[in-house]
Structures are given as C-alpha cells and as structure tokens.
C-alpha cells in the first residue's frame, strides 16, 4: 500500500512537470482493495480491470520501473510505452489489462472465466470496475450470462461514490450497489474498502466458492478517492469537508493503528524504513523512465494486429487465436 501511494504522489508530480502526459486517474485512498484482493489470489489467477490500473498492476507485482516507464511512453514500459496510464498489462502476470472505456471490459473478464472452465482449470478471475460501471449496458448482460453458466469471475466494484464528479446518488436508482446483482440471482457482499484484511478475507471466501464451481460473486468495496477523478479534474464537486473527513479514514494509517501497531507486530522505525526503501525504489523507477528511449517509429503497429502475438505463449501454451489464423490467410 505504501509503494502505491508514493508511487502514485511520484506521477503526479511528474505529471505537473510534464513528464507524463495523457490521461492520469490516481488511486490515492482506494490502495486497500487492491492490496486486499491480490493477496487472496493466486499468481495464475486473471485479472481485467479498469483505467485506475496502477494499483493493481504494482500489487500484481509488475516491474515497478516499467510500470512508471509505461506512464512515461516510454520503449521499457510494460507496453513498450504505447499503451501508457489506463493500459498497463504483462500476461506472464495473468494481468490482461486496465481498459478506458467504462464497462467494456466485464465481458473480456467473463470471456477469460469462461475459457479458464473450457480448459478445466480451476482459476478464478478478478475483475475490477468503479461503480459508474454499474449502470452501464455490458453490466447487465455480463452478470447475466456469467449467472447463468456459473462462471469463476468476481465482479469487484469500487464503490468510490463518485462517477468523475457525479455523486452516486445523481447517477443510480440502487446506491447500495451489491444489491445490483441479486437481479441475476448472484451471491453478492459488501466491505470496507479502506480495510485490506476485510478485502483480502472476503475476495479469498469468494474465489474459494468460485473455485468449486459454485459461480461467480459481486463484491461492492465502499471507498473514496482522496484526489479528483483525474490529474485533468479540478476536483470542484466534492465537497471539501467530506474529502477532508474522508482522509481521516486512511486505510494505511488505519491498518498501522488498528492491526500492525496494536498487536505489536511493528515497530515505528520499522515503518520508517519502509518508507524510506519505498522512496528510493521509486525515485530509481522514475530516473530509469527517464532514461527509457522513445518507441522507435517504426514500432507504431507492432502488437496492433492480431498476428504479431501469434507466437505468444502464456505458461507454456501457445495462443493461437482464430483471428489471427485467419488475419495470415494461412487458415479460413
Ligand atoms: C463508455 C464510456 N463512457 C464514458 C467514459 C468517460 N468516463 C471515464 S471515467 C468515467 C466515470 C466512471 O466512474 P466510476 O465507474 O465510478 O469509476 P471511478 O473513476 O470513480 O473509479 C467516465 C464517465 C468512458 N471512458 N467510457
């Protein structure tokens, strides 16, 4: 949680001095969740989520320098710079991607649930969405169908109570969203989002059941961001007293205070060293983005087209995709 957050404070700043450019949604104050989640999954586990991805790709343990690379558009960024901020991936981590259009990832998610039940594996996918994603047309028929064929996906959705400056309760008839889900019949909880033990224990009893077979899970995380919706946003519709108050509940000091220093299991310059080690790791991430070289031009449509992953292997398999059989001409 600490990478993330000084990893986090890092980009803005680089984004006020103009190193990072784009789009930039920050995810100061949601940490716990990502955190949380991970830590209840398997490595080989899938995981979908939306533009506010940096969390989870550090969480998901990406390369922290080629994470920051990538926000750079940088050539040793994850995608080699051509995907930047929403768009960071790295399938040796089962991490498909965060995706910029609002709700169009779910069913990419369900697609992988529904593969990883074709191929008789016993993995479970993660996918994350705020809760704008919610009232969205792919919502519904994506919790239909993954209802239905009791497909291993967990829907979570980070209930932040804010879609970019629209309160909840402007934007959805149902603000308790987990109640979103019983219309398809699907088991459905609710957490603290600011709690990483209570993330990390719920998402572990809903893979566990997803795992068995038992069918997919919506899992609300109630939460708020401590910045705008983006680096662009000027943050004017959130009422200053509730951010304020909201930040008194932060889910690092929380779980310092409530867990680690209550129960001893820490000592204050241990904490201290942590931060100190977290602020070298990402100054050194930032200097080698820095360094990075542009793309070269001549890279502009590698990994575009279907065919240039057609030799793509994922844990030893290889990805042969019919689109990319067809796009060669080499099959109908
Ligand atoms: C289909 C679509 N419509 C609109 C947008 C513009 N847009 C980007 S983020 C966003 C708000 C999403 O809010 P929420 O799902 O609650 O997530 P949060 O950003 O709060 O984490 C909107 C409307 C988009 N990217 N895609």
Redesign the pocket.
């Known amino acids: 949680m600490v990478l993330i957050r000084v990893f986090e404070d890092k980009c803005a700043e680089m984004y006020a001095k103009a190193k990072i450019a784009g789009f930039l949604?920050l995810y100061n104050g949601q940490e716990a969740i990502a955190v949380g989640a991970l830590a209840a999954l398997r490595p080989d586990d899938d995981l979908v989520t939306?533009?506010?991805d940096h969390g989870y790709a550090l969480a998901r343990g990406l390369d922290v320098p080629a994470v920051m690379a990538e926000l750079y558009g940088r050539s040793g960024g994850t995608t080699g710079g051509r995907g930047g901020s929403m768009h960071i991936a790295d399938v040796s981590k089962h991490f498909w991607g965060g995706y910029?259009?609002?709700?169009?990832h779910l069913p990419l998610a369900t697609g992988l649930a529904y593969a990883a039940v074709h191929h008789k594996t016993d993995r479970v996918v993660l996918c994350v969405?705020?809760?704008?994603?919610t009232n969205?047309g792919t919502f519904h028929a994506t919790l239909n169908w993954a209802q239905l064929w009791r497909l291993p996906v967990i829907f979570l959705v980070?209930n932040?109570q804010?879609?970019?400056g629209t309160a909840l309760s402007v934007h959805s008839s149902v603000t308790e969203i987990y109640k979103k889900a019983l219309a398809y019949d699907m088991c459905a909880e609710r957490a603290d989002g600011k709690d990483v033990l209570a993330m990390r224990d719920a998402v572990a009893r809903l893979a566990e059941r997803a795992r068995k077979g038992e069918g997919p899970a919506l899992l609300e995380a109630v939460t708020y961001?401590f910045r705008g919706?983006s680096m662009a946003d000027s943050d004017v519709q959130r009422p200053r007293e509730e951010v304020n108050e909201q930040k008194q509940r932060d889910p690092i000091t929380m779980f310092l205070n409530d867990v680690l220093f209550k129960q001893n299991l820490i000592a204050q310059a241990e904490v201290d060293q942590i931060q100190k080690d977290v602020e070298a790791e990402v100054e050194a991430a930032a200097q080698f983005a820095d360094a990075s070289p542009e793309p070269e031009l001549n890279t502009l449509y590698k990994d575009i087209y279907a065919q240039s992953v057609e030799n793509m292997q994922v844990d030893g398999s290889l990805i042969r995709p019919a689109t990319v059989l067809s796009r060669n001409g080499k099959h109908g």
């Open positions: 949604h939306h533009y506010r910029a259009i609002v709700g169009g969405m705020g809760e704008g994603s969205i980070e932040n804010y879609a970019m961001r919706h």
